[in-house]
Nanobody, 120 residues
Framework: QVQLVESGGGSVQSGGSLRLSCVLSGYTLYGKCMGWFRQAPGKERERVATIEGRVLRNYAPSVKGRFTISQDNAMNTLYLQMNSLRPEDTAVYYC??????????????WGQGTQVTVSS
């Protein structure tokens, strides 16, 4: 059974930092495209960052330069380091695993989400 479990969310003030973690079980992230998404109340889910082949990273324009996606293959864990947080970053953050080494957009596996709240 594939499980993705996020942690690290919380409440911070504007300008603060958080690091989200996503631990995978029953599925290896090595050689797979992995991603972080977020969904704010009343808004559509947004892709925040993806990583392919451990080095090819893509970011949403709104987070580029502030967020960093990374992975630890030995720990089978995906991370999202979030710096210079803004109130508009407030959302539930989800990690997701693609079926392929490239980001095909299929995203068959999702975590349960972790809440991030940024106050001004």
């Amino acid at each position: 059974q594939v499980q993705l479990v996020e942690s690290g969310g919380g409440s911070v003030q504007s300008g603060g930092s958080l690091r989200l973690s996503c631990v995978l079980s029953g599925y290896t992230l090595y050689g797979k495209c992995m991603g972080w998404f977020r969904q704010a109340p009343g808004k559509e889910r947004e892709r925040v960052a993806t990583i392919e082949g451990r080095v090819l990273r893509n970011y949403a324009p709104s987070v580029k330069g502030r967020f960093t996606i990374s992975q630890d293959n030995a720990m089978n864990t995906l991370y999202l380091q979030m710096n210079s947080l803004r109130p508009e970053d407030t959302a539930v953050y989800y990690c997701a695993a693609d079926s392929y080494a490239y980001c095909s957009g299929s995203w068959p596996h999702w975590g349960q989400g972790t809440q991030v709240t940024v106050s001004s």
